[in-house]
């Protein structure tokens, strides 16, 4: 029972020496990419950089005890901070108290949102963001993401949260663009762009063996951020309209509640619960690819409570919304991680960096952190998805590129609600009209087709019609008006036959639409049959007054329904040019 | 084309002297009807009486030119009577111009919108109010109907939408009931109750012939009407505390658009759009039922558009909004109309009537009015569904007590919404967790089962899963979890089988999902395959890249997979007993 609350209580009795040799060297690798990221991430939520390294503390600690992924690295992630600025930015000034207020609450009201979901099992809601609407949004969160750094990237006043209001800004404000700030972001960028595969290359052909080189390769962003300040200190480019970083608060974190506002909180519920779920949503799915690969696996409903309980960490720790990040938990797991220990270890160095290494920031500049969010989500953007998956369908399609219009155009809380709104709607219109088709007999066999697509032979007192879709209410009634239909096409109709292989499901809608169906058929002197009707549909038919009313009778198979309604059609089909003539006469 | 638009170009052509007689007959039963129910009617949507005879007039002959069914009455009708009163009464004063006004636009509102949905085949929308909140709400509706009434006949100032604010209004005012009123309301109930099915019998008993004793049975809404009012003319009650019906203007109503207001259509669209649903859906069904029995049928699109066409003349005569309803268009039927000229030579009726019998109307008393009301809405009261909808299904039970409950307690709107959502949530909820069998081999046949349920045997190195429904979003990382959870459980694995033979669509997320087992499976060394992939479904796949990327086969059957992946098993299982022995090895 305690091992199921904490899963660290399993993993930690076979810790070995070399696990925590392993475990240190990711929580280095990791350590030495969540500094800069951490305040680069903070920067783009409108926070203060120390909010970005307390996301990498407490919330750590937390999903190490209580996780169940031995790879994935919580802390501030691009997505997540993006959507904290625009939720606290509707609802205060950025840098003011208000801001950081609203801030704190979102991470504890989504981090309350996840482990009340984890708690009570209800994980599943988190599928209602479909892929294509959770694609579609991540790359156009990506796009907006790389916008807003323009400032920073340029030096000047370029503001808005959606594109409608950021290009206008871009092109006012261009004439106040900062020479010497584009030279070191363009410099900054072209290094980290080339060190994505460069670094390591280089490194390999320096001697350095491929795995190491590759651990190494991960120095790239502490080499950018390191160099950049030190030139920005020695050629005082702060002076000549380099922004940098200024004061870090020295040590630990505050701990304790954020001051309580019932009407900050109610306007922060919607977000907040946008939040919890694109971040669950990005996290299990990187838990679960890794996991994978080591054949462990990762229980959603458990890192549900674990990510809850990060967020609640990060709330009461003057941190930000955290999650499970793709490209850290990749590093994590390259770099050999072998239980979350590694994550435990993370924090423990970042609190130490904390204490040390805040002063050496001042001089860091703002381009830096730009440059390093902007070569970050590059790789969340994904246009070829929507070509491809609208060929594969053009629902998902729709769905897909309403996220990405609405997201650009108005904000990343209207572009979700578009996404997961036409998804569902598209998804009921289409089980609001099922494929259905009527049936024939394939000519000495006791195989039935649709009589659309195959050579078939049918009776003309017979209607078979089989419907590609489990009967619930939003199609009830398109099986009534299609038996009503067939009743007034065919004067000599005797006998109707619902071939219910795949129906798994009849709800009472159905149920009164097929009673009303055989009442009908009944009235006209039509008998209603059923064919190859599931077990669990039958036992939930048989708590009705369904089969006592049933005119007709349940078929274990469709052909055992057409030896009995049809025993002409079914014998002269062992002779299939006597089929054809009673398939021509059928008709 | 024009006769697919007028469908009496039809039914004209062939006109018989026969036909004429029958609808002559049907249309002075009707009439004879549809004079106290439309003033009664019209006083419950808290109109004045002669909204609802002009309610009886141009929408009748708008329908009979539009309509496809033969036997359908429409006209003003209870449930939507109550709407109108609902809606309108949240906009104005009850007797105010703007209550009026409003009742005016609901009528072209909601006309508006029946047409729209039937010009562009959108009429499955109305699939969405699910059978047992369609019949929750009616009962709902009888009941608030039934408790409003009570101020006519016990002549008490009774007031209030919802039960909580008729009982309490109730109770505080009993004391001011109208001792003449009350005597009154309790014969005219009496009399309609007892005429239900006595009138026609007594007839029957004074020698004449059963139909025409059925016949003229139906007059005994005409038979209160007049009586009452006599008595009341005769002793003068009016002066006694009877309420009567006063004034009704003579001759026909104005024709004319209502006043534009902008503020008050945009409040009264959602009501209005679900008047059009329920009055959509409560139409189409009595229509249906009654072609079924002579073999005809309807079109619900054209049937759309004739009642929005009809609800459009009910704005533009100072009318009330319509729909088809029960009583009479049953009584019509019985009748014997054929056609629906029938409704045609009713509205004439009813002008002849406005012109000559409106002076006749001053001493009627709304008490009668109310009686007929209450004798009317109790046909609609269904209490046994809900226990019989709860046995069959607690989640349709759940929908129908949530629409019941907020009918009565919050109002018509705040039913309805609550229904349709709860239907919808638990709709999404349900297809969110499929069923999902690991299937086995039952022993020399070709037949795969759940290994819970039966006496199956499987391979170790293979894993057979069946999902029974479609694969989409809201329930594709449930599978994922499953294959995944196998994965970890299985170190023999060498192959997984997704049986799709009840797979009827496979979505984009579904297919990234597959996309992802199949790759996790291969990292893991484990071979992913399909079996009884359905024609369409496989047409779907062939234009994705999964086929190319999957790592196992397609198999055409489970049995196919089997011999190809678990030869031994499937020889083996020529012998029962070997079998018993891998089964058991194989747990």
Redo the contacts between chains.
């Keep these: 029972m305690l091992r199921r609350i904490f899963p660290f209580l399993t993993w930690s009795r076979h810790y070995t020496r070399a696990d925590l040799s392993n475990d240190l060297i990711a929580a280095a690798v990791v350590t030495i990419m969540l500094i800069p990221q951490g305040m680069a991430y903070a920067m783009l939520a409108g926070l203060p950089p120390q909010a970005g390294l307390y996301g990498a503390m407490l919330p750590l600690l937390l999903y190490a005890a209580f996780g169940t992924s031995r790879a994935l690295a919580v802390g501030p992630v691009a997505v997540v901070a993006l959507m904290t600025a625009a939720a606290a930015g509707a609802v205060a000034q950025t840098g003011t108290e208000g801001y950081h207020l609203a801030a704190l609450w979102l991470a504890l009201l989504s981090g309350g949102m996840m482990l009340a979901l984890g708690l009570f099992r209800l994980g599943?809601v988190?599928?209602?963001?479909?892929?294509?609407v959770i694609s579609g949004f991540i790359t156009a969160a990506g796009i907006l993401i790389a916008a807003s750094q323009l400032r920073h990237i340029l030096g000047a006043d370029v503001s808005g949260k959606t594109l409608p209001h950021l290009v206008p800004s871009l092109l006012s404000n261009l004439g106040q663009t900062s020479i010497p700030t584009v030279v070191l972001s363009a410099v900054v960028l072209g290094f980290l762009f080339w060190s994505r595969a460069g670094l390591a290359r280089l490194l390999q052909g320096l001697g350095f063996s491929a795995p190491l080189a590759k651990l190494l390769g991960k120095t790239a962003l502490l080499v950018a951020v390191v160099t950049s300040t030190f030139v920005v200190w020695i050629f005082g480019l702060d002076s000549r309209g380099v922004a940098v970083l200024g004061d870090v608060p020295r040590g630990l974190p505050a701990f304790g509640l954020p001051a309580f506002d019932a009407g900050l909180i109610q306007m922060l519920l919607a977000p907040a619960a946008m939040i919890a779920i694109v971040g669950y949503v990005e996290s299990i799915s990187i838990a679960?690819?890794l996991?994978?690969?080591k054949?462990?696996?990762v229980d959603?409903d458990r890192e549900l409570v674990a990510l809850g309980l990060a967020n609640l960490g990060a709330g009461v720790s003057n941190a930000m919304p955290v999650t499970g990040g793709l490209s850290r938990s990749i590093v994590n797991y390259d770099a050999g991680a072998a239980t979350p220990a590694a994550g435990a270890m993370t924090a423990i160095s970042i609190a130490m960096a904390l204490m040390v290494l805040t002063p050496f920031m001042y001089f860091l500049p703002r381009a830096t952190l730009a440059a390093i969010i902007i070569v970050a989500v590059l790789s969340l953007l994904d246009f070829r998805a929507l070509p491809?998956?609208w060929?594969?369908?053009r629902?998902?399609?729709a769905a897909m590129a309403a996220t990405m219009l609405f997201t650009v155009l108005l904000g990343v809380e209207q572009g979700l609600i578009a996404g997961v709104g036409l998804?569902?709607a598209l998804?009921?219109?289409?089980t609001?009209?099922?494929?259905m088709a009527v049936l024939g007999q394939v000519p000495g066999t006791e195989h039935f087709r649709n009589i659309d697509r195959h050579d078939v032979v049918t009776d003309p007192q017979v209607f078979s019609i089989r419907v590609?879709?489990?009967l619930?209410?939003?199609?009830?009634?398109?099986l009534?008006?299609r038996v009503?239909?067939a009743?007034?096409d065919r004067?000599a109709l005797r006998h109707v036959v619902l071939q219910c292989?795949?129906v798994?499901?009849i709800?009472?809608?159905a149920?009164?639409?097929l009673e009303?169906v055989n009442e009908?058929?009944h009235?006209?002197g039509v008998q209603f049959h059923l064919s190859e009707v599931?077990g669990?549909v039958m036992d939930?038919l048989a708590?009705?007054n369904f089969l006592r009313e049933l005119t007709g009778q349940i078929f274990l198979t469709q052909f055992d329904a057409m030896i009995a309604l049809a025993p002409g059609l079914t014998s002269a089909c062992r002779n299939r040019d006597r089929c054809e003539t009673r398939r021509a006469s059928g008709h």
């Design positions: 599943f988190a599928n209602f963001l479909s892929h294509p679960q690819t996991a994978a690969k054949r462990q696996s959603p491809r998956i060929a594969y369908s629902a998902d399609g998804s569902l998804f009921l219109y289409r609001s009209r099922p494929h590609d879709e489990s619930y209410f939003p199609n009830a009634r398109a009534e008006d009503v239909q009743l007034s004067p292989a795949a798994n499901y709800d009472a809608s149920l009164e639409s009303s009908r058929l009235t006209a599931k669990p939930r708590r009705s």
